[in-house]
């Protein structure tokens, strides 16, 4: 067990509001990461975090930002929550051996109607 | 277009059966990793391999990673209806500490 929290763990919003999303890791790891999940796309990174306020974008960032004031929490925030955002969004940390491999938490799932 | 292209994209096989599922890319990668999600939870690593050519056995599950470092397969003897699940492969390039994954394979194994 990673100690791995995410909230909420389901979340229904309206188009146009902004919507934020936690990630709590117990494990104090220097490597965070936002992806989501949509049916025949795997998981696609949005941002990670490599460090206290240290961001950076991923393959799918456009509409999302992050913030990392703490090693154990990266929160994801919709300005402004469209219907393309409707997904199951992942947090993950990297265990910290040589390869990058990763913990995941049980996922968000977001419906923006 | 994936870098990593997953096949097949959905697999239906009866208990007992083997399988296989793949993993390719144009690109070399520094490490491969397997994972498997059950619904409603997140993906569980299941292996990792680092050196072309090298198998790795888990159990029933076997994992071979390719002489060049561009793709990789996972192989299941005698299917149980507990290997049901969405199957990810996911590549390290090796650089910023990010992986990259595959579409994923569900498995479906009826009893």
């Known amino acids: 067990d990673a100690g791995i929290t995410q909230s909420p763990r389901h979340k229904v919003t309206e188009t146009g509001t902004p919507v934020t999303l936690r990630c709590h890791q117990t494990?104090?790891?220097?490597?965070m990461y936002w992806y989501r999940q949509d049916p025949g796309h795997g998981l696609r990174l949005i941002h990670y975090?490599?460090?206290?306020?240290?961001?950076d974008k991923g393959e799918v960032s456009d509409g999302y930002s992050v913030s990392r004031s703490k090693t154990e929490d990266f929160l994801l925030t919709l300005e402004s929550a469209t219907s393309s955002q409707t997904s199951v969004y992942f947090c993950?940390?990297?265990?910290?051996?040589?390869?990058?491999?990763?913990?995941f938490g049980p996922g968000t799932r977001l419906t923006v109607l | 277009t994936q870098l990593l292209e997953q096949s097949p994209q959905f697999l239906s096989i009866q208990e007992g059966e083997n399988l296989t599922v793949y993993c390719n890319s144009s690109?070399?990668?520094?490490?491969l990793q397997w994972y498997r999600q059950e619904p409603g939870e997140g993906p569980v690593l299941l292996v990792t391999?680092?050196?072309?050519?090298e198998v790795k056995k888990l159990k029933r599950l076997t994992f071979q990673f390719g002489d060049a470092r561009k793709d990789s397969s996972l192989h299941i003897t005698a299917a149980q209806t507990g290997d049901t699940g969405l199957y990810l492969c996911?590549?390290?390039?090796?650089?910023?500490?990010?992986?990259?994954f595959g579409a994923g394979t569900i498995l479906r194994v009826k009893s």
């Open positions: 494990e104090n790891h220097r490597y």
């Open positions: 690109s070399v990668f520094s490490s």
């Open positions: 996911a590549g390290d390039r090796g650089y910023g500490n990010k992986l990259v």
């Open positions: 391999v680092v050196t072309g050519g």
């Open positions: 975090s490599y460090g206290v306020k240290d961001t």
């Open positions: 993950a940390i990297t265990g910290g051996s040589d390869y990058n491999e990763q913990f």
